[in-house]
């Protein structure tokens, strides 16, 4: 269903032209991408807001714990040594005591993400009973020191006795907050923190909506504790750090960086469009140009742009001239096929048109002498189309993981002809092996041993030396040799000397292809007598 879905809304975009998508539309919405991310960030920013509550939190603990320590000071000094134990409210539950040797932390616990935010903290309360009198003396005795604690961390700060009484802080001294719910905790011994609503003096931030980190403020009581019995808590309250609002006050530099990343991403895209999408766009007209037949449009172009586009223009160059090469191998080839076909055909048709209009009129050794030169031609038809398979075989031959040992296949083809009256010499050497097949290697040096004896050859000397991962064959023998005229074109083919006598000019550019498709090479070498090649094979 989903496949058909999707099938059918790409037909729909195709129809309409929207796709394939040019790279330029992607690049620009890549780069928009990138733009537009930052800005969607501020939808994750409760992991950060998250961080800041956490901080809050631990922050208002330690305020907490160096308040609670005053506060036991204080009363311990108007305490007698007995009534100590006795004071407060005996804990039913406790929290249990760490040995004196090891820290004792205390983590936040409050998440933004997973937490209750609770309404507005309710207004204290008269209480049921009386503060205890030694609370408020304690409590009138450190209030001051709160005051001035408060202009810096600036956290509200309230000291309860063990009913739930403010005994000290800026305001509300002596009402109760027994009755609220993070009290309610600390009064049983449990160190209690909550998330309350906050209403500010202030406007919000019109972007306040997309985060629930505004508009809130951190709760935290910490009991004081001495032998299990509460004498009183800490309650402090604080709103945290706020992103949102920061930005806010800062939105003339918020909308400068945004104008900014703007602009680079344009820039960006220019760049992008500049560098890849020009270069491909002159890299098709050029296409069409060699479509068109200039050969001049064969070069690389110039400025790519990029490296990848360098080596993509560099790479379609070689590409184009190699099918441009390739084209005008066929068409040559095709030119000379034609000809080497034409002469033979052209005899073969004048004899047989001689023959039909004036057979009852020649003579039985005329008759025999036109009826020889039919075959000679027909049979010279059979050798060069012969040829031109083997020919057309080497140009499109795929070389195969097959080896051979070089040595073995030479010695072989020299004890073959040794009926023949060549001599073939094949210098001893260490058992070689070549990524070619045995019937590769054969191919081309029959061609070469055809060659010699067909140009008068009767000695065939073969030297063998291994180069690396290549070997290097000398193939030398001492036939009429090839003059300086003709030695740069032995390897054209249909190329011959010996035209009249039946050669085809095919041997050499078969034994060249087949070299050349497994990255060998064949190369003529000065010589005073006979002629002198050097082959280039690939070791396996």
Known sequence: MISNWYSGLKGILTRLGILPLSLWVILLIVNLTVLILPLGSIFFFRIYENQLIAETEAELISQSVFIGEMYKRELRARLEDKAQGDYGRVLENPPPKASVDFYTPLAPKLDLATGAIYPKRPDGRLPINRADPAAIAAGLNIGGMLLEAQRTTLAGIRVLDFNGTVIAGANENGLSFAHVIEVVGALNGQYTSV??????????????????????????????????????????SRTPKSILKHMYAEKTKVILAGLSMLAMTLFIVLITSWTIVRPIYRLIERTKKISAGDKEALEPIDLPGTREMALLTRSFSDTARSLHERSNYIKNFATHVSHELKTPLTSIRGAAELLGEHFEEMTPD???????????????????????????????????AETSELFFVLDSLSKKHQSTGLKIH??????????????????????????????????????????????????????????????????????????????????LGIVKSLLENHHGSIALQASQKGARFKLILPLK
């Not at 070469?448 to 009767?458: E, M």
């Open 195 to 236: 998330i309350r609503q906050r209403i500010s003096d202030e406007p919000p931030p019109s972007i306040a909506s997309i985060s629930r980190g505004t508009g809130i403020r951190i709760f935290t009581v910490y009991p004081i504790i001495s032998n299990d019995h509460l004498w009183g808590a800490v309650y402090l």
């Open 366 to 400: 005329e008759r025999a002498r036109f009826l020889t030169n039919i075959q000679d031609d027909s049979d010279r038809l059979k050798t060069l189309v012969s040829r031109l398979l083997e020919l057309a075989q080497a140009d499109g031959f795929t070389p195969s």
């Open 426 to 507: 094949v210098a001893k050497s260490s058992a070689l092996i070549v990524r070619m097949s045995q019937e590769v290697v054969e191919m081309i040096f029959m061609n070469l041993i055809d060659n010699a004896q067909k140009h008068g050859a009767g000695k065939i000397t073969i030297e063998i030396e291994p180069m690396g991962e290549y070997v290097e064959v000398i193939f030398a023998d001492d036939g009429n040799g090839i003059s300086k005229a003709n030695a740069r074109k032995i390897f054209d083919p249909f190329f011959t000397t010996r035209r009249d006598s039946g050669g085809t000019g095919i041997g």
